[in-house]
């Protein structure tokens, strides 16, 4: 199996994406990660983070984090590929449009 260290981190990762969904009711595009809060949201630029959130679960037997990864990849898709809008994907474009942010809602 994977190093503790590594599977530490994991579990950190997973917790930090559960709190910014639960509190803010979205991933975001840029947060403080010492204080965990949501700095500039209204992206799809963690994309890809359900299919991150969604293996975490798997590996550390985490069924909660399943749901929240359905739960947000339910969200991008209403909010980004049903509305044909997608922005965010890498760091520093924040609002433009762009061709990496849909590559990660696809994957």
Request: aromatic content about 6%; glycine content about 14%.
């Amino acid at each position: 199996g994977a190093p503790a260290a590594w599977l530490a981190g994991l579990r950190r990762m997973g917790e930090a994406l559960l709190r910014l969904w639960r509190e803010h009711g979205e991933l975001g595009q840029f947060a403080d990660v010492h204080m965990g809060r949501l700095l500039v949201g209204g992206t799809c630029s963690a994309g890809i983070a359900p299919a991150a959130l969604a293996r975490a679960a798997d590996l550390l037997g985490e069924l909660s984090w399943a749901r929240a990864a359905e739960e947000i990849a339910d969200d991008f898709a209403t909010r980004f590929l049903a509305a044909g809008r997608h922005c965010g994907g890498p760091g520093e474009i924040l609002q433009a449009p762009d061709s990496e942010s849909i590559t990660g809602l696809l994957e």
